[in-house]
């Protein structure tokens, strides 16, 4: 979907009580039971998640349902299976508070220098979309160059320098749990704190009056420390997501040290992850237009899933491959790349149809063709209407969010890769197939209130979601 025009920015609540009108930007205003109570389970329970799958493979070859089977019966109980687990170590804290530290000096004292040399990568100072209370923040986008520095030094320790070991990652794979934990509630708790005392752009925040709700979605929009240190660009790219592909990389060392060799299946997963991550490096400029960065606020949600949840089950795939070394068939391994380069291919053009369209304001070829729109007004929160197109050429005329389709067969080739003894390296897929339904139905929402009857015009131009014929 591209607007014509860039949108004003809505009118919200600010923090001396003034009345304002309230836009369609960011998160609810008030809650509801249903997502208070979501919001609670997911504090509550999210947490024990990432350490029952990270223990299941430590303790019981990735196997989900026999640490379950064991407490039932009594073979095992939870003091056993907690006294089993790594504690925090020395090590593990100056690997990942040095890690860290690495990640916000290449964020911060590093200004790009690869969009001098690299054709149609866009990097250096950018502008964000316009937030809601009418601030464009700028951002230095330097994510690739930071991965690329990165991985240059990962690789030169691997082969010539030998600082530490390849696999040091695995070895310390819980102890680093500990840390990446403290991270997460360490930081989200600060920028509730900030949010409430000395907030970066005060009329961008949303209060609700529930705690719980407050700390996991967030209260500002766009926390930062200085000019330049956003929390939202950097937790959400930097450590994660460049930590992605090096832990995937680790893993396969780890397979390598174990069993003489790294396994088609576990080259197959790096190999593919990895074209997930450079893609999100080198589009970090695209990403500044999101939902991530344009709706979401910064809380628990973003601050502790960006440290941890990311990063431990992500990754599951290689974590699974070190135990469990599957060896495709040729034509599998075959299928399984087919599948993720397809499902690439169909989420980044989808993504970059849309883009041309709304950079072009459709005067475009789009397969060839000049596209076809829907056109649409709406009002926006000050009252001013606006008009906009709604694209159906293209992938956007087989599917309302066929880049979702994509990005879900690539999510599937990730686990496919593990062939089909355990479920757990499918959490991925099942994961994904969840948060992207939410999402599409979440959208849709929002359209069918702001667009009305010409969003049902759009409908039933395309009338399906997902999957052509299903869904």
């Known amino acids: 979907m591209a607007s014509k025009s860039q949108h004003n920015a809505p009118k919200t609540k600010s923090l001396n009580g003034k009345a304002e009108s309230q836009g369609q930007w960011g998160r609810a205003w008030e809650v509801d039971w249903f997502s208070l109570a979501s919001i609670i389970f997911l504090l509550l329970f999210a947490p024990f998640i990432v350490y029952y799958f990270i223990m299941a493979c430590d303790q019981y070859s990735c196997s989900l349902t026999t640490p379950a089977l064991d407490i039932a019966t009594g073979r095992a109980s939870l003091a056993d299976i907690w006294a089993k687990t790594p504690p925090v170590t020395a090590k593990a804290v100056q690997l990942y508070t040095l890690w860290v530290s690495f990640q916000v000096l290449l964020y911060s004292w590093l200004p790009d220098f690869c969009h001098r040399?690299?054709?149609?990568?866009?990097?250096?100072?950018?502008?964000?979309?316009?937030?809601?209370?009418?601030?464009?923040?700028?951002?230095?986008?330097?994510?690739?160059?930071?991965?690329?520095?990165?991985?240059?030094?990962?690789?030169?320790?691997?082969?010539?320098?030998?600082w530490f070991s390849p696999t040091i990652i695995f070895d310390n794979w819980i102890p680093l749990l500990w840390c990446a934990n403290i991270l997460g509630y360490a930081v989200s708790t600060f920028a509730m704190i900030k949010g409430y005392l000395f907030p970066t752009s005060a009329e961008d925040c949303k209060?609700?009056?529930?705690?719980?709700?407050?700390?996991?979605?967030?209260?500002?929009?766009?926390?930062?420390?200085?000019?330049?240190?956003?929390?939202?660009?950097?937790?959400?790219?930097?450590?994660?997501?460049?930590?992605?592909?090096?832990?995937?990389?680790?893993f396969a060392a780890k397979q390598q040290e174990l069993y003489g060799h790294v396994t088609n299946s576990m080259i197959l997963v790096n190999i593919l992850q990895a074209i997930y991550v450079l893609d999100f490096f080198w589009n970090e400029t695209w990403y500044l237009?999101?939902?991530?960065?344009c709706h979401d606020h910064f809380g628990w949600y973003l601050g502790w899933g960006d440290c941890v949840w990311l990063p431990y089950l992500y990754t599951?795939?290689?974590?699974?491959?070190?135990?469990?070394?599957?060896?495709?068939?040729?034509?599998?391994?075959?299928?399984?790349?087919?599948?993720?380069?397809?499902?690439?291919?169909?989420?980044?053009m989808t993504n970059h149809q849309k883009d041309l369209f709304r950079r072009t304001d459709g005067r475009c070829l789009i397969w060839g063709k000049k596209p076809k729109a829907i056109e649409c007004s709406y009002t926006s929160a000050d009252g001013q209407k606006h008009r906009t197109k709604l694209l159906v050429s293209g992938f956007w005329g087989v599917a309302r969010h066929f880049n979702y389709t994509g990005d879900l067969m690539g999510s599937l080739a990730y686990c496919l890769a593990c062939g089909?003894?355990?479920?757990?390296?499918?959490?991925y897929i099942i994961y994904m197939t969840i948060l992207l339904t939410h999402r599409c139905l979440r959208?849709?929402?929002?359209?069918?209130?702001?667009?009305?009857?010409d969003w049902e015009r759009y409908t039933a131009a395309v009338p399906y979601r997902l999957l052509p014929g299903i869904f």
């Open 117 to 162: 040399f690299l054709p149609g990568y866009v990097g250096g100072v950018q502008e964000g979309a316009i937030t809601p209370a009418g601030v464009v923040n700028k951002y230095e986008v330097n994510g690739l160059q930071a991965w690329l520095i990165t991985h240059l030094l990962w690789f030169l320790n691997a082969y010539l320098l030998t």
């Open 207 to 250: 209060f609700t009056g529930n705690f719980f709700y407050n700390f996991m979605m967030g209260i500002e929009f766009n926390p930062r420390v200085g000019k330049w240190f956003d929390f939202k660009l950097f937790f959400n790219g930097r450590p994660g997501i460049v930590a992605w592909t090096l832990i995937n990389l680790s």
């Open 289 to 293: 237009k999101t939902i991530d960065i």
């Open 316 to 348: 599951l795939q290689g974590l699974y491959l070190v135990y469990h070394p599957v060896q495709l068939s040729t034509p599998n391994a075959v299928g399984v790349l087919l599948l993720g380069l397809v499902g690439y291919y169909i989420f980044r």
């Open 420 to 427: 089909g003894g355990h479920l757990l390296p499918y959490f």
């Open 443 to 453: 959208d849709e929402h929002r359209c069918a209130n702001k667009y009305g009857r």
